[in-house]
């Protein structure tokens, strides 16, 4: 039995070694991404508001085929039909008349992000990015208009729909890293299931429980001098 506990031992310390780096940035990413709540980390306090959409005098669009999904929602500049088509175009209606929305100019994107930015700090910049090069926190492939203020709070706009489709405060980026960090994949940071994690995670599973036994390992009393 003791010679069992031996060998459990040393595979003890040779899987500490090994795990003892991941374990610590699990560790670490952990205590950041819980510093803080998320709706803080959402920016949930920096969204305006919007009233409820009336119902009485409501328009729907005229469709030319079939669609996977329609759906009412109100936007700063008034109520409107988010349709999915069934090709996976993503186009507004207005709620009022049924007509299609124009896709939205960089002065249309200025005046939803200043409507929809419920902060103190200042609009300083509206950039627009196709879908084939988004900045890495947004990471939605499409056409979008970038609104970023002065407190480092990035507006994302729907370039088509005019939806505020993203609220990234410094503070989300911040714990987007350590997301990155918590499950390994600091390119994507959606891939939570990589072999790269599973093994590790394995090993520290396995040494953690290598040194739950050890728990138990009798030893000799030391004899004093």
Known sequence: MQRIMRLFAKWHIWLAWLTGVPILMWT???????AQPIESVRGE???AQLPP???????LPQFNGPVQSVTLQNFV????????????GRYRYSATDG????PVSLEGASEIAEAFYAGDAALEEVTYFPADSVPLDFRNPVNVWQ???ADDTNLYINAQTGEVQAVRTGWWR????FWGLHIMDLQTRDDFNHPTL?????????GSLLGCVLMFRRRKARVKA
Not at 99 to 102: M, P, T
């Open 45 to 47: 306090n920096l969204r």
């Open 53 to 59: 959409v009336p119902t009485d005098q409501l328009v």
């Open 99 to 102: 007509s299609l929305y124009n």
């Open 198 to 206: 599973l093994v590790f995670a394995a090993l520290a599973v396995l």
């Open 28 to 34: 670490v990413s952990g205590l950041v991404m819980v």
């Open 147 to 149: 609104a970023h203020f």
């Open 77 to 88: 500049d008034g109520p409107g039909w988010i349709v999915v088509e069934d090709d996976g």
């Open 174 to 177: 911040v714990y987007d890293f």
